[in-house]
């Protein structure tokens, strides 16, 4: 991405994938070629998650099964953080287990506690191959392990068990997009 270029405002909004398309539940490929093309995805995939209020999306949610995601979200002390990582690699989750709200653009309109470490590191690399090192805490750090998860074909249900399960399989049944 260009420096001082607003991320997002040359890209397109692009359909998200929704819960149960098989995109989202196989694990992407690593990104092998860095160039145009993959410049222009990022660039769709924060005009996305703008027009849907996200705070992240992976590629694989705009049906793309590279290993990309994007993020431009809040930590717990409401400082922000802005950004894109390919070929992210979670290297370390660690601190507290915290159980916490959480929702995904895949599953629109639903939420569910799920358990998440509060402090979190990815490693990766920038659409212009510079590696890149984001470190997470609180919400971001939640943010970052939702990310690297359905880079690796899993969505938060996937945690869940028990009641908390079913109640979200119910909803989900229910849902305009779901059953
Ligand atoms: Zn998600």
Redesign the pocket.
């Known amino acids: 991405m260009r420096s001082g270029s607003i991320p997002g405002a040359r890209g397109r909004v692009l359909p998200i994938t929704l819960l149960g398309d098989p995109v989202l539940h196989a694990p992407c490929e690593e990104v092998t070629e860095f160039g145009p093309e993959l410049e222009r995805l990022v660039e769709d995939m924060f005009a996305t998650m703008y027009a849907a209020r996200g705070v992240?999306l992976?590629a694989n949610?705009v049906g793309r099964a590279l290993r990309v995601f994007v993020y431009d979200c809040p930590d717990d002390e409401d400082e922000r953080h802005l950004g894109h990582v390919v070929n992210p690699r979670l290297v370390s989750a660690d601190g507290i287990l915290l159980r916490g709200p959480e929702g995904?653009?895949?599953l629109p309109g639903l939420e569910a506690g799920v358990e998440r470490y509060d402090e979190a590191v990815v490693e990766g690399y920038t659409v212009d191959g510079d590696r890149v090192r984001v470190p997470g805490t609180g919400f971001f750090a939640r943010c970052l392990q939702?990310?690297c998860d359905?880079l690796d074909g899993r969505?938060?249900v996937d945690h869940l068990s028990g009641w908390r399960r079913s109640v979200v399989r119910r909803k989900i049944a229910k849902a305009p997009w779901g059953g």
């Open positions: 992240g992976a949610q995904c653009l895949s939702h990310e359905h969505v938060y």
